[in-house]
């Protein structure tokens, strides 16, 4: 491709992604731009930035990059599969974007000492080494943009669970009626004292492997039926958390930006709520 078909290609994805930027946000919505890559943005929709309440905007072009930040006024700015020097540049030149508050988070491989301390004098809110653990995107976004984690949020289920006592014979059944990666809301024709520990295993919709957890009762929950008990994870691997946040993620997904709207055929809807 000559160098005028390259610009030509640069100035149509830009004004695509103008276009996209550009476009209201329903409810004032948090907003990404993500300047990366096609193979860290793959990467990334594994993570709670593919999340459904989020407008995210993917700029494979750093060239493009001031100029979407500018037209998205973003919450957040990913730059990530740069070399050091590009990423350098683009990091002082969004700070000396005028009104351009948004965090920006560098990632990049084996970044080393000198560079580092570049990028934080530069602006850089935070530089993480690739790949990312994902649970420290739900983290900043907690902390950055004042959304629920994943881990906070849950969605209305009926989920069969077998659980036993620690150190007590005998097993119980029962229903959860929410689930988070947090903890469950338990329904239990069993007399449950408050600070019991459970171990706890119970399946998810389309996935043939169980999970299990150590829970423990925090609070019983009114109810004119069965007894019900808020019980919190005590030990959940980090594969079964992913497991959990996933599922609940999918749910919400699947009801578009109408977390309370019910998805037909499952009977669960999602929602915000306290921890267990």
């Given at each position: 491709?000559?160098?005028?078909?390259?610009?030509?290609?640069?100035?149509?994805?830009?004004?695509?992604?103008?276009?996209?930027?550009?476009?209201?946000?329903?409810?004032?919505?948090?907003?990404?731009l993500l300047i990366a890559g096609?193979?860290?943005?793959?990467?990334?929709?594994?993570?709670?930035?593919?999340?459904?309440?989020?407008?995210?905007?993917?700029?494979?072009?750093?060239?493009?990059?001031?100029?979407?930040?500018?037209?998205?006024?973003?919450?957040?700015?990913?730059?990530?599969?740069?070399?050091?020097?590009?990423?350098?540049?683009?990091?002082?030149?969004?700070r000396d974007q005028?009104?351009?508050?948004?965090?920006?988070?560098?990632?990049?491989?084996?970044?080393?000492?000198?560079?580092?301390?570049?990028?934080?004098?530069?602006?850089?809110?935070?530089?993480?080494?690739?790949?990312?653990?994902?649970?420290?995107?739900?983290?900043?976004?907690?902390?950055?943009?004042?959304?629920?984690?994943?881990?906070?949020?849950?969605?209305?289920?009926?989920?069969?669970?077998?659980?036993?006592?620690?150190?007590?014979?005998?097993?119980?059944?029962?229903?959860?009626?929410?689930?988070?990666?947090?903890?469950?809301?338990?329904?239990?024709?069993?007399?449950?004292?408050?600070?019991?520990?459970?171990?706890?295993?119970?399946?998810?919709?389309?996935?043939?492997?169980?999970?299990?957890?150590?829970?423990?009762?925090?609070?019983?929950?009114?109810?004119?039926?069965?007894?019900?008990?808020?019980?919190?994870?005590?030990?959940?691997?980090?594969?079964?958390?992913?497991?959990?946040?996933?599922?609940?993620?999918?749910?919400?997904?699947?009801?578009?930006?109408?977390?309370?709207?019910?998805?037909?055929?499952?009977?669960?809807?999602?929602?915000?709520?306290?921890?267990?």
């Amino acid at each position: 491709m000559g160098a005028t078909d390259q610009d030509s290609k640069y100035r149509l994805e830009l004004l695509a992604l103008q276009q996209v930027a550009a476009a209201p946000r329903r409810g004032a919505l948090p907003s990404v731009l993500l300047i990366a890559g096609n193979d860290l943005s793959t990467e990334l929709a594994q993570t709670v930035l593919w999340r459904f309440d989020l407008v995210r905007v993917c700029c494979p072009e750093p060239r493009n990059g001031l100029s979407l930040a500018a037209a998205l006024a973003p919450d957040l700015i990913v730059l990530g599969a740069l070399r050091p020097a590009t990423a350098l540049a683009l990091v002082r030149s969004l700070r000396d974007q005028a009104g351009n508050a948004a965090a920006i988070v560098v990632v990049a491989r084996s970044v080393s000492l000198s560079a580092l301390k570049d990028l934080e004098r530069a602006g850089a809110t935070a530089v993480w080494d690739h790949p990312v653990d994902p649970r420290r995107w739900d983290e900043l976004l907690h902390e950055i943009l004042g959304v629920a984690t994943r881990r906070d949020l849950r969605v209305a289920v009926r989920l069969q669970v077998s659980s036993r006592r620690p150190r007590v014979p005998g097993s119980l059944a029962g229903i959860a009626l929410d689930l988070s990666a947090r903890g469950m809301l338990l329904e239990s024709p069993s007399l449950l004292a408050i600070g019991a520990k459970l171990d706890l295993t119970f399946s998810l919709p389309q996935d043939d492997l169980a999970v299990r957890v150590l829970g423990q009762v925090v609070r019983e929950a009114p109810s004119e039926r069965a007894p019900r008990y808020g019980v919190e994870f005590l030990d959940v691997s980090s594969e079964a958390c992913h497991r959990i946040a996933a599922f609940v993620d999918s749910e919400q997904r699947a009801r578009g930006f109408d977390p309370e709207a019910p998805r037909s055929g499952t009977g669960t809807r999602a929602r915000r709520t306290e921890r267990p």
